[in-house]
Nanobody
């Protein structure tokens, strides 16, 4: 499985970005997730979704971020609205074999993309 993120960039606080993660060698039964890592901090789960569209969000993004997937395009999305400076980080998508649990635990995921930088200025 190969994962390639895109859509990162710089935006002012309150703005929006949409991240994409294109997957290859992927099956629609996989669970997918978005994670982020800021300098000096551990990688943390942002949002995850399984193949029956059961989603989970970290408390710090609830109501602002939306995870979705288009199986026909083998693409995972993260719509990020009302961005804050503390959302600045490298964002990674990840995949794991199917599970009822849309996990936000990085160690649960086997496949990772290279990451895309998101910078939010105040």
């Amino acid at each position: 499985v190969q994962l390639v993120e895109s859509g990162g960039g710089s935006v002012q606080a309150g703005g929006s970005l949409r991240l994409s993660c294109e997957a290859s060698g992927y099956t629609s039964s996989y669970s997918m997730g978005w994670f982020r890592q800021a300098p000096g901090k551990e990688r943390e789960g942002v949002a995850a979704i399984n193949s029956v569209f059961r989603s989970t969000y970290a408390d710090f993004v609830k109501g602002r971020f939306t995870i979705s997937q288009d199986n026909a395009k083998n693409t995972l999305y993260l719509q990020m609205n009302s961005l804050k400076p503390e959302d600045s980080a490298i964002y990674y998508c990840a995949a794991r074999s199917w599970s009822w649990v849309a996990s936000l635990v990085p160690d649960d995921y086997k496949y990772w993309g290279q990451g895309t930088q998101v910078t939010v200025s105040s």
